[in-house]
């Protein structure tokens, strides 16, 4: 793939990427539920739309076992992930890509009193003006959180995903985790439970070795 697109270029992708939306609204019901089915087929379960940043959680049917899955949603403020040319901000014709999350899924097993959870993420890579690498390494954070007045965060990981970029600009990626697990609430605690999701920036950073101890 080239290293960059020029603004022309980048300008042709959007008027795509907007052309594209514009006709899957108009299409018909039947070709919106293919994705669904496919995240249906995978999980077993149900797949929900990416929420509007900031809103409420929806919770999805919970499943027949009585198990409460968490209804999941994207953390505010980490539903977009734009990377810009070094040293410049990602805005304008410095943007390097920007990767939006649009489908969302899970499921949840519990064996031993210890949940396990299977979530699935779509999303897409845009390429800016700027121009995309090759290859883009897309870093999300999935958590598991008891909501209220104070939240707490139960259990939480990092993951990436590497896209391929091609010459039209816009590749999807698809991510499933499947080893998230943390201790099954009692009672109706698990009701205030939420899945959230985000892109993090920090997990694609190497850990620090944990410091050694003195003798």
């Known amino acids: 793939m080239a290293a960059r697109l020029g603004r022309p270029r980048w ?6 990427v907007a052309f ?3 006709c899957a609204m108009m299409a018909q019901p039947a070709s919106a539920q293919s994705i669904t089915d496919r995240f249906k087929g ?3 379960g149900t797949s929900e739309e990416a929420p509007a940043e900031g809103a409420p959680p929806r919770k999805a049917d ?3 076992s009585g198990l409460t899955c968490p209804p999941v949603t994207i953390r505010a403020g980490a539903s977009t992930y734009q990377v810009a040319a070094p040293g410049k901000q990602p805005v304008g014709n410095d943007l390097r890509f920007q990767a939006t999350i649009s489908k969302m899924a899970r499921e949840c097993t519990v064996n031993a009193g210890v949940i396990t959870a299977r979530i699935g993420i779509q999303g897409r890579v845009i390429a800016g003006p700027a121009g995309a690498p090759a290859s883009v390494q897309v870093p999300i954070r999935v958590a598991v959180v008891q909501g209220g007045v104070s939240e707490k965060t139960i259990a939480t990981k990092a993951y990436q995903t590497t896209v391929n970029m091609t010459e039209t600009g816009s590749e999807p990626f698809t991510l499933v985790v499947e080893d998230l697990t943390y201790p099954a609430p009692s009672g109706a ?3 205030a439970y ?3 999701i985000g892109f993090d920036p920090q997990a694609l950073k190497p850990e620090r070795p944990a410091p050694r101890r003195k003798h």
Request: with cysteine; hydrophobic share 50%; aromatic share 14%.
């Open 20 to 22: 594209a939306i514009g």
């Open 11 to 16: 300008i042709a992708v959007c008027g795509a």
């Open 189 to 191: 605690v698990g009701d």
């Open 62 to 64: 919970e499943p027949p």
């Open 194 to 196: 939420i899945f959230y």
């Open 42 to 44: 995978l999980f077993g």
